[in-house]
Each structure stands twice: as structure tokens, then as C-alpha cells.
């Protein structure tokens, strides 16, 4: 049994995939407060679905790419959804907030795409940074970046852990130009990707269903 905020089918915004038709199984909860949370309506609003009843729902659509994301979906025992989306030959992604232990995520056939919370999150210190060294080179470290000094964090972490994944770095929305990112990741030469949050543009900021 989960509680479930919210199931859609979309364009996957972020990260490695974006623009890919994507099935997201939204949990409610969440243990961080960021400050620039964009999605605070799922810290409580939500239903209890069973497992079998959640996969039902999604065989509706041909899609066979599934998100589970909140709020933050660790909070729950998400193992038993997992494995049956699995065995439906589902691609399964999670992203994650980075304050929680990955350590049975990473043992599983999942694509992890994993925060680290920079200082204008408010959030910084509650990050789990083991975790980094856990992440496999299919999986995404992401960044949401509001200033020069988010990014100059982000780029200290990048130094010292040395991240064996794929690194995402993205503009907090409305507040930082992505431009402007873009220029300070050329001119530091860092090997990440630029995300733009795709739904935004094109559909602005309000849910999708």
C-alpha cells in the first residue's frame, strides 16, 4: 500500500530523458522543505492505493517508461512497485532528493536521479553525500542552481567526490537565466547537461493530468 499523490502521463522536463513520453507515479511526502519547491502540494494531499491497483492504472497508456518521484518516494517502501513494474518490462526511473540512503536503489535495474541540494535550497546540510559514490554510471547527479554561489558549491562536490554518472545542472525557474548557466558551465568546462525544465515552456507551471 502507497499513498499516492498524483498519476500522469507527460514529456519527462528534466534530466537525461527529457522530451520522452514518461508515466509519473507521483508519492506523497516529503522530508526536505526547499525554498524553492515547486511541487509543495504533494507534501500531504494523496490516496492509498494498492500496488497491483497503481499498475493497473498506468496499463492504460502504451507507454512502457514509468518516474516515481513526490515530494520524495524513499519515504515509502516503494520495492514491491518496483518489482512489479519490472516485471511488466516497465523502464523504471527514481528520482530522489539525495538526503536518504540509495543503497538498495542501486541494486536494482532503476536509473537513480538523485539531488544534491545547494545552499539557496535551505536543504544543503541534510544531504547524505555517500551517497555520490553509489551512483552508476546510468544514473543522474542533478543540481538546481539559483546563483554563483550554488554553482560554485555544485562545482566543489563535482571536484572532490568525482561523480561516475551523468551530471545535470539546472536553473532554478524564473530566478536563474539559463543562459547564463550555460556560459559558466562552458567557461569551467564542466561535463554536465544543461536541463531547461521542458513542461515548463511549454506548458507553463500548472499540473498536468
Known amino acids: ?36 519547491c515547486d511541487t509543495e502540494y504533494a ?31 524513499l519515504l515509502q517502501d516503494i520495492s514491491k512497485l518496483i518489482d512489479l513494474l519490472m516485471k511488466k518490462n516497465y523502464e523504471v526511473s527514481i528520482e530522489t532528493n539525495g538526503s536518504l540512503s540509495i ?7 532503476v536509473v537513480v536521479k538523485m539531488d544534491i541540494k545547494l545552499p539557496s535550497s535551505q536543504m544543503h546540510e541534510k544531504m547524505r553525500m555517500e551517497n555520490i559514490g553509489l551512483l552508476r554510471p546510468i544514473d543522474e547527479l542533478k543540481f538546481i542552481i ?4 550554488d554553482y560554485e558549491y555544485a562545482k566543489k562536490l563535482i571536484e572532490e567526490y568525482k561523480p561516475n554518472c ?37 506548458w507553463g507551471e500548472k499540473r498536468r493530468k
Open 103 to 109: 543503497e538498495e536503489l542501486v541494486n536494482k535495474k
Open 166 to 202: 551523468q551530471i545535470i545542472m539546472q536553473p532554478v525557474w524564473k530566478e536563474m537565466p539559463a543562459s547564463k548557466l550555460a556560459d559558466w558551465i562552458l567557461k569551467d568546462e564542466i561535463d554536465a547537461r544543461l536541463s531547461i525544465q521542458l513542461h515548463k515552456l511549454l
Open 146 to 149: 539559483w546563483d554563483r554561489e
Open 43 to 73: 507534501f500531504y494531499e494523496g490516496e492509498e492505493m494498492e500496488e497491483e491497483e497503481i499498475i493497473g492504472k498506468i496499463s492504460r497508456w502504451k507507454c512502457k517508461r514509468v518516474c516515481i518521484t513526490g515530494g520524495e518516494p
Open 1 to 36: 500500500m502507497l499513498k499516492i499523490n498524483e498519476i500522469f502521463y507527460s514529456l519527462q522536463g528534466e534530466g537525461a530523458d527529457v522530451g520522452l513520453p514518461t508515466i509519473f507515479i507521483r508519492l506523497t511526502g516529503c522530508n526536505l522543505r526547499c525554498k524553492y
